[in-house]
């Protein structure tokens, strides 16, 4: 099933499986550079900020990536690591079944999105509903302060904002995206999950945030325009 539904240049996430309990997991950005049989990948070895990112030998990882018909996951070891073409690679062998996750509004797109943020004031949250908070600004318009999405997915998303905004905060999010030629917004109930500081950016915010009262239909057409923009990337980056 591996040879059939991994392809060399796939992108994969790989999740640290021995995370201290209240720590977060750490997510490398990765990318297949062969597929040798049904046991086993040879990956690039991830890099941040233009370093090289130390996986030790014998570490296990999740190994989550996007194909054709959806994501996919399995566990993977390191159990080599060599220079190859100016490549450094870094070789898993396949410790777990693969299978294909469901849940796919967990998939996070990196991206760039302007979007406004509102705050919602005690009254709107007492209204508990998207269209009445939307239908009761009719005669004076919601304000919103700007932010930029830098990825999301059908649960939530994580963005950048010099507006302060308290964790826990429930707030009227607002975005386009451009799907098929298509420009579709996007009004959705939100709440700040996490909210910290940018390093040498003391008055600039990232906040995660959780969709709040998504209807299936709207998380359905954000989850296809996630997974079409991906394969457009992937594409791409093919040639």
Known sequence: MVTNVIRVGDKIDLIQTNVAEGDDNRVYK?????????????????QE??????????SVYRMQFVSETGLYECKGKVVDRYKTDNV?????????ALKKIQRREFYRLNCLLESGIHILTDEELMMGDLNRI????????????????????????????????PESTYI????????????????????????????N???QYELRVEFEQLSNSVRES???YIFEEERKKRKIEKG
């Open 30 to 46: 990765s990318q297949v550079y062969d597929v040798v049989g049904e046991e086993q990948l040879k990956i690039a070895m991830p």
């Open 49 to 58: 900020k233009g370093k090289l990112l130390l996986l030790h030998l014998e």
């Open 88 to 96: 450094y690679v870094v070789v898993m062998d396949i410790v777990s």
């Open 134 to 165: 939307i239908s009761s600004h009719k005669l004076e318009p919601i304000k919103y302060e700007e932010g930029i999405i830098v990825d999301i997915s059908g649960g939530g998303a994580r963005m950048v904002t010099d507006y302060d905004v």
């Open 172 to 199: 009227l999010l607002k975005f386009q995206i451009d799907f098929k030629d298509k420009i579709i917004d996007y009004d959705m109930l939100a709440r700040t999950v996490t909210r910290r500081n940018l390093v």
């Open 201 to 203: 950016r003391k008055k």
């Open 222 to 224: 954000l989850i296809k």
